[in-house]
């Protein structure tokens, strides 16, 4: 019988808190504007394939689907607290040799140039004309990505304190 190992991870982990938000808010952005370009087409034609006595309501469906996709706009806080909740727990098992706070300071500050690009990034595809309106009202999402690179730094400020508090004797576990 093979016994399971526990996969080392930690600081490392950051990228792919990085790369995964940037991810879900470009997504989040491509497909609010993309329903908003196919809502008024998509009504119409449903509407007229739709038999003379249904009682099926296109139109308000059709809204409350885009009132639903801009939903994902206030839930980007709880994705950032689970995948800090994730990292936390990663790199609670990572700081065994106080080298790794060396490496861990190498690796904030290519965590946070990547964030930096990634949030610009972001802001060079949300200010472009075809994308403004419709970032407008994903103001958390743009709130969070404007500030993305501090944002790493805390979560990495957190990390740090969380598991030097677990190894000075704070917590019996983390």
Do not use: C
Not at 1 to 24: C, N, P, Q, T, W
Not at 135 to 163: D, S, W
């Amino acid at each position: 019988m093979e016994l399971l190992k526990i996969k080392k991870s930690g600081f490392e982990d950051a990228f792919f808190v990085i790369a995964f938000l940037f991810a879900v808010t470009i997504f989040v952005l491509v497909l609010a504007k993309a329903y908003g370009e196919i809502q008024q087409p998509l009504n119409e034609g449903l509407t007229n394939a739709m038999p003379a006595d249904s009682n099926v309501n296109v139109t308000t469906t059709l809204n409350q689907l885009g009132t639903t996709i801009f939903l994902f706009d206030k839930l980007l806080p709880f994705l950032i607290i689970g995948l800090f909740g994730f990292v936390l727990m990663g790199a609670s098992l990572y700081m065994g040799h106080p080298i790794m706070s060396f490496v861990g300071i190498i690796i904030l500050g290519v965590a946070v140039l990547l964030a930096v690009i990634y949030a610009n990034v972001y802001h060079q595809i949300s200010s472009n004309p075809e994308f403004s309106d419709t970032n407008a009202q994903l103001g958390i999402q743009e709130l969070f990505m404007k500030f993305l690179p501090y944002l790493i730094i805390a979560i990495f400020i957190a990390i740090t304190a969380a598991v030097i508090w677990s190894r000075g004797g704070g917590a019996s576990t983390l």
